[in-house]
């Protein structure tokens, strides 16, 4: 009953979040740190998998959230919308109302054997190589798209809103906010169903001691290639949605400060913890935003005090001056995140149904 009370909740909150955008009791600014919350979300989650979960060190989550990004966007505008390049929609864009969340999995499931390949490589690897080996593959896809001129190149890509505003004419409701909610909601759960499965169970033996798991007749290699795909293939939703949230993409939206990001979330929330995976993702959202109102006065008071040139913005200086600063901190006092390896369920009983597995019930 409680874990019924707990979804009908969930349901309440996220009826109650599209609601209030569709009758403008909230700004579209609002509406778009929300989306970026559930983005994060996604984003700081799925890493959790490999780096927390598993016990791998993965630096380049951004890579796979720009495949993803590209192939839903490109995918859109090709099937919804007329473009200069690819010519007329393939299909009606009124379909894009039934088939948006089939393009944006898609893009999950490219960015998925993405992972794959990045896997494949990295099954007698770990720590400081597997860091490696996923920033060069963060570089390698930035730098293959930013050589495509088909899909704009360094330039980037856009037309993603004309798929949107289909949708709207069919419908008036707050449609990328009804996908970031959903979208954010699913890839929790499927994490959550993944670390109770025989596979969850698996790649945190990985981490424990990946040869006495081996001993234990843990079959590593497929633990590891599941938590890849997953990983990855979840970063690519959340690539897929940031596109058309925006409407635009861009190869460097993706590098590796984006992946740097994903980092800080994981660890500032806690290990092998997808409630401070969620929690540290709606903070660091919060920061972020925050800033964009701190960092304008400073930068006024550095032109005032001649500290810097008056041609010389500081926003962005000082972004990556405070994101690094949380990981330090974080580190020094708080190594183990703020959450640590614990979930809700360990604050609040009536939760914990939540992180059993069925089979176990």
Aim: glycine share 10%.
């Amino acid at each position: 009953m409680q874990k019924h009370s707990f979804k009908l909740l969930l349901f309440v909150f996220s009826l109650g979040l599209i609601l209030a955008a569709h009758f403008q009791f909230i700004d579209q600014y609002v509406i778009t740190v929300i989306m970026l919350m559930g983005i994060n979300i996604i984003l700081s989650s799925s890493l959790n998998v490999v780096n927390g979960y598993m016990g791998e060190f993965s630096c380049g989550h951004a890579g796979f959230m720009c495949v993803g990004a590209y192939v839903s966007s490109v995918l859109s505008v090709i099937l919804f919308t007329k473009d200069r390049i690819f010519g007329a929609p393939l299909l009606a864009p009124d379909l894009s109302l039934f088939l948006f969340p089939g393009v944006i999995l898609i893009g999950g499931l490219v960015a998925a054997l993405a992972g794959l390949l990045v896997a494949l490589p990295s099954f007698k690897t770990r720590g400081d190589y597997l860091a490696i080996i996923t920033i060069a593959a963060n570089y390698i896809i930035i730098s293959g798209i930013e050589n495509l001129d088909i899909i704009g190149g360094p330039r980037g890509f856009q037309g993603m809103k004309r798929v949107i505003n289909a949708m709207e004419d069919r419908l008036d409701i707050p449609w990328m906010l009804l996908w970031v909610v959903l979208g954010t909601i699913f890839s929790v759960w499927v994490i959550r169903r993944f670390v109770a499965s025989t596979y969850g169970k698996g790649i945190i033996a990985i981490c424990q001691d990946e040869v006495a798991a081996e001993i234990m007749s843990v079959n590593t290699n497929k633990m590891k290639v599941a938590a890849f795909m997953l990983s990855s293939g979840l970063a690519g939703i959340a690539g897929g949605l940031f596109a058309h949230v925006y409407g635009y993409v861009n190869p460097q939206s993706f590098n590796i400060l984006k992946s740097t990001e994903c980092l800080v979330m994981v660890y500032l929330g806690g290990m092998a913890s997808l409630s401070g995976s969620v929690l540290s993702a709606v903070i660091f959202t919060l920061l972020i935003e925050a800033l964009r109102f701190v960092i304008p006065e400073l930068n006024a008071l550095a032109h005032h005090l001649r500290v810097i040139p008056e041609s010389y913005e500081i926003g962005q200086v000082w972004k990556w001056v405070i994101i690094p600063l949380i990981l330090i901190l974080t580190m020094q006092f708080r190594p183990e995140g703020l959450m640590g390896a614990r979930e809700l369920g360990d604050f609040f009983p009536f939760l914990k149904r939540f992180y059993r597995n069925r089979t176990t019930e």
